[in-house]
């Protein structure tokens, strides 16, 4: 995992980075989390969360629809967790076991650039590391 990278440009990683073995896959965890947030908080940070859906997005021999797409606002590499605020909530969502995930293109310069502009930006590694980021937004930012 690129911690190192992420790190030096301001992005908190949550979780444990030494944790080795059977894990949920990303998409459980996020699920796992969205419907933690809209359970707990829906009336206001679970109303307004979003996952934008980029991931796969129309591959190979569709250049003019991948060209429609981006021209519509989709942003390759953007984070699977936002949470508009002030600042907003920007959170990477990687499997426990990292060592099991990816990073797709774009997503370093994605979590950069977020935090760049003042956004408060993690990484998190499960589900339970996702609810730890949030707790802490809440805590610092929120009032």
Known sequence: ?????????GVRVYGDRAFRGKCAVESVEQVTFFNWLRREYPDSFGALAVHPRNEGQLRGGQFYAMQKVKAEGMTP???DII????????CE???????RSTWQDGQIDYLTAAAQTGCFVCVALGYEA?????????????A
């Open 130 to 142: 996702a609810k730890e980021a949030v707790h802490e937004w809440m805590a610092r930012h929120v």
């Open 1 to 9: 995992m690129k911690f190192d990278q992420i790190e030096n440009a």
């Open 93 to 99: 969502m990687k499997r426990r076991d990292h060592t």
């Open 83 to 90: 949470i508009p605020g002030a600042p907003a909530f920007v």
């Open 77 to 79: 590499g953007a984070s």
